[in-house]
């Protein structure tokens, strides 16, 4: 597993630790399936999903084994969101899935060929979803979730005064946009015109929105954009030794390089803020 990669499973494990501290793993609940609302069935479900993800963070986080063990965690967080209709969202889903991606991806996949198969799926379900709805086409839909759900006052405002017609075109933007990115996640020369316009896209869907929507899509997409990091992220071999526990754990860098130093200090303030 690539350094990147490793640290991005790393703070994902860490993410749902905190995050599951409290409510740990529920019992399933799909209305639709009978058979899992057995109340033995509820119980051993959430105890094996439970053994199964800190099994699978303990041989993560220590670099025993950490494709297997991003499997296993990843394996038990899936379950979860898909076996919880109350709990389930496309953001959950997604920052669960990088485990399952990091634990597919080999050493020697330096293109980060399935990386960068999640996140067209992403960016092109996205576009075709939108595209196959007839509300995003005339701005209706841009109109509707701007006045009634959002409550933008000086969207509406220029959208009167536009006749309409700039509803139409924010809606055929974000079509452009996630299209743009679902072909450049697959250029590999393109990585960094892909993260920049990504990042962009993310933060203006924040500022736009006044920060009503998008926190967790774009803490979610800042660690599925860490494993396209390819500066060191952990101690060189020589440095092992003297490294703390915690550094090793966190494969912080070393000190003789201050970008990636830069790096984690930037995703750990973002993880941060838009838990």
Not at 2 to 23: E, I, T, W
Not at 247 to 275: E, K, M, Q, T
Request: glycine share 8%.
């Amino acid at each position: 597993m690539l350094p990147a990669m490793l640290l991005a499973a790393k703070l994902v494990v860490l993410d749902r630790c905190l995050d599951r501290r409290s409510s740990g793993f529920q019992a399933p609940f799909l209305p639709f399936w009978s058979v899992l609302e057995h109340p033995d069935l509820a119980l051993i479900w959430s105890r094996l999903l439970g053994m199964l993800f800190v099994g699978g963070a303990l041989l993560l986080l220590f670099n025993i084994s950490p494709r297997i063990g991003a499997g296993c965690a990843g394996g038990a967080l899936v379950l979860d969101t898909l076996a919880g209709r109350l709990r389930f969202s496309n953001s959950a889903l997604l920052f669960d899935l990088i485990l399952i991606v990091a634990a597919l991806s080999s050493p020697d996949d330096r293109a980060r060929i399935v990386l960068r198969a999640q996140l067209f799926l992403v960016y092109f379900g996205a576009a075709l979803n939108k595209l196959l709805h007839p509300d995003w086409h005339d701005g209706q839909y841009f109109a509707f979730w701007t006045r009634e759900i959002l409550q933008l006052n000086w969207f509406t405002q220029i959208d009167t005064l536009a006749g309409g017609r700039f509803s139409v075109f924010m809606g055929w933007l974000t079509i452009g946009i996630e299209s743009a990115l679902a072909c450049l996640v697959l250029w590999t020369r393109q990585t960094r015109i892909f993260l920049s316009l990504g990042l962009t896209f993310h933060v203006g869907m924040l500022v736009f929105t006044g920060g009503v929507i998008s926190w967790v899509f774009l803490h979610t997409m800042l660690l599925a954009f860490l494993p396209f990091w390819t500066g060191p992220v952990s101690p060189t071999a020589q440095e092992v030794a003297s490294t703390t526990p915690l550094r090793a754990l966190l494969a912080w860098p070393s000190a003789s390089d201050v970008r990636p130093r830069l790096a984690h200090a930037a995703f750990a303030i973002a993880l941060v803020c838009f838990r």
